[in-house]
Structures are given as structure tokens and as C-alpha cells.
């Protein structure tokens, strides 16, 4: 208590409020963390397609770098830190589907995505017509154009991905 009676009046009083600023902001950085992402769970034959497709897609989305979600997994990928755009790759048939499927799904460099918009603004897109879903949600804000990040990723679907129910 002598030690900080000894110190200048202004920095006594200094210190409350530089130590709850200091607790502010670390409260907002870490709300602002991006949450956890549970992986899918393929089936035996869809999990190959999703390990392949794992190891070819790219480092960065548009200049976003990948920032894989945690926990690590083969069949999670993520792109950006917030709001992020993250795949997942074997996920059973989203119910979206059923709701006129093709009405306004992109095709994108020859892959078919059925799409929805979440409760947030942003998208959910859905390969479709291939041996597993790969589903890419992107975030409202993330990009200039919602569907923008697709053209990134479709190169490596194609690739690991065959087309087919």
C-alpha cells in the first residue's frame, strides 16, 4: 500500500481505469474469436473425397488466408478470422434442398450449388449432383459479392470430387 502512495496522484488514478479498459478489450477480442466448427461425419466412401479435397484446396480465399476451424479436421476448412467462411465436406443432404433446389443455385466453372441465406444475411451454398455435399458458408460482409468465394474453390471440388449421386 506505501509503494503506491508513493506514486504520483495521477498515475494512482490512472491505473483503475487503464485495468478495466485493458478487461474491455480483451472481453470484445475474445468474442470476436471465431467459434468452433463441428466436423461432419461422412460416411466410409464420402471420406476419401473430403481428404483429397482437404489437401487441394487453397491457402487463401480472395485474399483471406485459410484458418482452419478447431477442432482440426479433414472434412472442416475455414478462410478469413471474422466473420470467416468455412467448408465443410460430407455432411448429410441439407434440408434446404427440398425447398426448389435450382430456383436460384449458381453454377460456378461447371459445379452446381444450391444455396439458402441464413438467419444472419449471409449464404449457405451446397454442391450438388456430386458423391458428397460440400457445403461453403459465407458470412454477410465477408465479400463484395455473396457467391464470390465459389470460383475459389471450385477448381479443387472438381478435382476430388466426382460428379454423381
Known amino acids: 500500500m506505501s509503494r503506491l502512495r508513493s506514486l504520483p496522484a495521477t498515475v494512482r488514478w490512472g491505473v483503475p481505469p487503464a485495468a478495466l479498459l485493458t478487461c474491455a478489450g480483451l472481453l470484445g477480442w475474445s468474442w470476436s474469436l471465431p467459434a468452433d466448427v463441428t466436423p461432419p461425419t461422412p ?3 464420402e ?23 478447431s477442432p482440426a479436421s479433414p472434412y472442416t476448412a475455414a478462410w478469413g478470422s471474422s466473420p470467416r467462411t ?8 441439407p434440408g434446404y434442398l427440398d425447398d426448389n433446389p435450382l430456383a436460384a443455385a449458381p453454377e ?23 458423391k458428397t455435399y460440400v457445403e461453403v ?8 459479392n455473396y457467391a464470390d468465394p465459389l470460383s475459389s474453390l471450385t477448381d479443387a471440388i472438381k478435382a476430388t470430387v466426382p460428379e454423381g449421386l
Open 43 to 45: 460416411r466410409a466412401a
Open 47 to 69: 471420406a476419401g473425397f473430403c481428404e483429397a479435397l482437404d489437401k487441394a484446396l487453397p491457402g487463401a480465399v480472395l485474399g483471406h488466408d485459410r484458418d482452419d476451424p
Open 86 to 93: 468455412v467448408l465443410r465436406c460430407g455432411l448429410p443432404r
Open 108 to 130: 460456378v466453372n461447371d459445379v452446381q450449388w444450391g444455396m439458402t441465406q441464413d438467419p444472419d444475411g449471409g449464404y449457405r451454398f451446397v454442391t450438388t449432383l456430386r
Open 137 to 144: 458458408t459465407v458470412p454477410k460482409g465477408a465479400y463484395p
